[in-house]
């Protein structure tokens, strides 16, 4: 029969969770973040090492604690965060991109702390477009291994939202994409949440809300019986 979600356990099985905004440094004292406060991410940790599996963090910006009971890396730039994950994701039977990334960084970033110019009101910064990790880990080969990629779209109703979802997962090529509508007062900072998870064809496999506890717990599950399903 097949295992039911909810109850599907990770024993032996190692996870991999990126959570948090990074912080692309613009000199010594700026940089440009992004309003994730990590809590869906940490709470994903949460339950996997609830389940009983071996569970790495990693940690951009979190406005949260580290859980304690899990391995914990931080990586406070795109970049690092790259380099973080493309070393432990084959290592991991699941990983979870969780983590905001900065879709920019500066191009360039400035040794001493940047003055303010007295050549007028208006200031432009150049920035130039960082890697994409999840697609990057999501070309290799995957053995069994699933990846799961996050998306918070401002979107005007849930047609546009599902939408948006089949195109991101479609362009990332990742196994499930969990899929959640944010505005300036959702989302982010708040305790609770509504996803909607697509598998890797688009199609919607389940809707959680509730706290980010429980929205975790019941997306782990799918992710769990997809992983006893898979050949490893
Ligand atoms: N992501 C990533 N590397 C990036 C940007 C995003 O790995 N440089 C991951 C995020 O961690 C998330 C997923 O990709 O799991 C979707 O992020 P999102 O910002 O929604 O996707 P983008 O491709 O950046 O598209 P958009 O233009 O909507 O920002
Ligand atoms: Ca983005």
Not at 30 to 36: K, L, V
Not at 114 to 121: F, P, R, Y
Not at 190 to 200: A, K, M, P, Q, Y
């Given at each position: 029969a097949a295992p039911v979600p909810g109850e599907t356990r990770l024993e032996g099985r190692t996870v991999l969770v990126t959570a948090g905004g990074t912080r692309e440094p613009?000199?010594?004292?700026?940089?440009?973040?992004?309003?994730?406060?990590g809590r869906q991410g940490v709470a994903l940790a949460e339950a996997a090492r609830d389940r009983g599996a071996s569970v790495t963090l990693?940690?951009?910006?979190?406005?949260?604690?580290?859980?304690?009971?899990v391995e914990v890396v931080r990586a406070e730039t795109a970049a690092e965060l790259l380099a973080v994950v493309t070393d432990l994701s084959p290592r991991h039977d699941l990983t979870i991109m969780a983590a905001a990334v900065s879709d920019y960084r500066p191009v360039a970033v400035s040794d001493?702390?940047?003055?303010?110019?007295?050549?007028?009101?208006?200031?432009t910064l150049e920035?130039?477009?960082?890697?994409?990790?999840?697609?990057?880990?999501?070309?290799?080969?995957?053995?069994?291994?699933?990846?799961v990629g996050f998306a918070a779209?401002?979107?005007?109703?849930?047609?546009?939202?599902?939408?948006?979802?089949?195109?991101?997962?479609?362009?990332?090529?990742?196994?499930?994409?969990?899929l959640n509508a944010v505005g300036w007062n959702a989302g982010f900072v708040?305790?609770?949440?509504?996803?909607?998870?697509?598998?890797?064809a688009g199609d919607r496999v389940l809707e959680a809300s509730g706290t980010k506890m429980s929205v975790a717990d019941d997306i782990l599950g799918v992710f769990a019986a997809a992983l006893a399903a898979s050949p490893s």
């Open positions: 613009l000199d010594p004292v700026r940089y440009i973040g992004n309003r994730s406060s990693v940690a951009a910006h979190l406005e949260v604690p580290v859980p304690t009971g001493a702390k940047i003055k303010k110019a007295n050549t007028g009101e208006r200031l920035l130039v477009q960082n890697p994409d990790i999840l697609a990057s880990i999501s070309a290799e080969p995957r053995h069994g291994r699933l990846i779209e401002t979107a005007g109703d849930d047609a546009e939202l599902l939408a948006l979802g089949r195109a991101k997962v479609a362009r990332k090529g990742c196994d499930f994409l969990v708040s305790e609770r949440n509504t996803v909607v998870v697509l598998d890797g």
